[in-house]
């Protein structure tokens, strides 16, 4: 930097956004091969899935028929991030998400930071929804032979009094979706846009089965855990916080997806159009779909009873007499719950791109395969790690740290709309954030305060990973990005 020392000079180091949306060499350069129905599918794919059909019932088990209200505030606070996602998008329709737009608002550090949550974010993602295909897929399993032992991780006790030892069918879906993601984005997109319309028309069987067997008594007492986070009476620090706000805090996990939307610009054939339609149209469809099953879950029964169970939907239809659809729609979850780890870990293996590319991690990593236009090792780099931490870990713990990830991300894009707007105003924005003063503050507010409510586990969880990604970046990013060496020169 002008002016500045190459000891210090990092800390202002940004990139310019004509530079960002200026073109690559061909072996760093992504197809653009996406239109807005990929879009939209791939945003519907990767909201509606684990968070609808298993983590209703953990929402419900902490805030009672409250989860409604907690599925709205969560909504709410993902609505603010979409809009700024959208603005910023269209802005600079490159690869790279939060992580980019942070570079060209508020320089490398905060870009790497952002980054690293986002990979924090993704590969938790990933690994979280292969804990919850496994869970619809168990039966599967079993009925083909593979032991008890290698069908649940090292948490689960079994009914001989034994451990699991590797949650095996979350391991297998991992890999084979980053497969599927190595072979290419628009023959992947494809098969994502039919699974989208088979998980949908599943939830539609649920709804309609479901409202016959409506009782509004299951919504009292509304919140029998109060509305704030906070641990029960007589429980020690370490224990679980309960209440409304702590269910939104868990529930935001099935909320966002829509900025896996955001990685797809620079693949996508008319982004100053198309990203909008798909950030927006995705977020509005899946809030109402949200609203629409949690309503006649809790309807249909009591949230302290269903909320017990890892296949909540499964549990209420074969507690209404209806067992025949109730494997129906398990089968629907175990054919396209994986169209939210396809989602996240495309959106995963793009970060892990867009970094490369910028030098914070090894510039070899950004390669992309000339027959396919994907970058297949990255791709296969995040399969890999979510096989490992869904063959290990559980559900809730994965989704709660994968939320701190996510709501650091979604703070930096509020962050990035209203310095952005004070730095560069009369840059033409294709979509513009309506009320930008209040709708990007709110955002940040609601981040905030949704982190705050998340378990003090996860918060110190959150703080060692980001010190490890600290470490990171002083030993390698901040000597060898593009900017770095730039400056050098």
Known sequence: MVGGTPKVSFWTRRKAIDTITAGHADSHQLKKTLSWPHLIALGVGAIVGTGIYTLTGVGAGLAGPGVILS???AGAVCACAALCYAELSTMMPAAGSAYTYSYAAMGEPVAWFVGWSLILEYTLVCAAVAVGWSAHAHGLFAAAGFPEYLLAGPHVILPDGGRGVVNLPAVIISMAVAGLLALGTRESATVNMILVFVKIIALAVFVALCLPAFD???????????????????AGPEAAKIGVMAAASLIFFAFYGFDAVSTAAEETKNPKRDLTIGIVGSMAACTAIYMIVAAVAIGASRAEVFSKSEAPLVFILESLSQPKVAQLVALAAVIALPTVILAFMYGQSRIFFVMARDGLLPRALSKVNARTGTPV??????????AVLSGFLSLKDIAELA??????????????????????PSRPRVFSTPAWPIVAPLGILGCLYLFYSLPAKTQLYFLFAHIIGAVV?????????????????
């Open 473 to 489: 970046y002083v030993a390698y990013g901040m000597r060898k990005s593009v900017l770095a060496q730039q400056e050098k020169a």
């Open 71 to 73: 599925f709205l505030i």
């Open 403 to 424: 939320n701190a990830g996510t709501l650091a991300a979604f703070i930096a894009v509020g962050a990035s709309v209203i310095v952005l707007r004070r730095r560069e």
């Open 377 to 386: 090792v990255m791709t296969l780099l995040t399969g890999a790690l979510s």
């Open 216 to 234: 509004a008594s299951h919504f009292t007492p509304f919140m029998p855990n109060g509305f704030q986070a906070h641990t029960p009476a007589g």
